[in-house]
């Protein structure tokens, strides 16, 4: 298909081999910075969980005003995520 010279509609030129690398090497770098991000989010998490241990959960069975911020976390971050998505979807159109 021949397309008209300085039509907007012209074929794209073939990617060189050096984008590709370069891509590769890109997804690499936000892969590990991602890593990173996570494992300073999940570390002091994991670290208070372990904290915790088996006497925090003893509390959590015995204590109803633990169980009940839980469960208001839970409620309330679910009621987020779905009217995020609910409200978000839309607008993404």
Known sequence: MAFPVGSAVEPAAPT?????TARAVLTVVVAAVTSLFLL???APV???VAAGGARGLS???ADSELRAS???TVVTATTATLLGVIGGTPLAY
């Open 16 to 20: 060189p081999r050096s984008s590709a």
């Open 46 to 48: 994991a670290g208070l």
């Open 40 to 42: 300073f989010i999940l």
């Open 70 to 72: 839980l469960w208001l």
């Open 59 to 61: 509390h959590l069975g």
